[in-house]
């Protein structure tokens, strides 16, 4: 029977200036740990540390440009595309545009701190 995800949980996020992160599946709002799925706002100018997680992630941006720098060099994701991150890989995110970035996450497994494995 199909289960009703009725609203997201706001959950913390990492990074300057702060974006907002509305987990609708994953280990917060439904419990999940097979993947989770997040709708992300990044302003302009916000940045992460960098880090090299134990899940794929795969984004969508809806909105703007997201950043996606990774060590052989950058990719500029805009508005209308989608990038996939492996598992293992080093990455840093960020929206440095004047329009910031509004997308959408997907990891699998579900994102978690502590396979994300952040830059100290």
């Not at 949980?9 to 709002?29: F, H, L, M, Q, W």
């Not at 440009?65 to 990774?70: K, M, Y």
């Amino acid at each position: 029977m199909p289960e009703l995800i009725d609203k997201p949980s706001r959950v913390a996020a990492v990074g300057e200036p702060p974006k907002t992160i509305d987990e609708y599946v994953g280990r917060v709002n439904t419990g999940e740990d097979r993947l989770s799925i997040a709708h992300m706002r990044s302003p302009s100018g916000w940045s992460e540390p960098g880090q090299r997680p134990e899940f794929d992630e795969y984004t969508v941006v809806l909105r703007g440009a997201l950043t996606v720098e990774h060590e052989n060099g950058v990719l500029e994701v805009r508005a209308g595309q989608a990038v996939h991150t492996r598992a293992g890989e080093w990455i840093r995110y960020s929206s440095p545009g004047p329009e910031g970035a509004e997308y959408i996450a997907v990891c699998v497994p579900a994102f978690s701190p502590s396979t994300v494995h952040r830059d100290e």
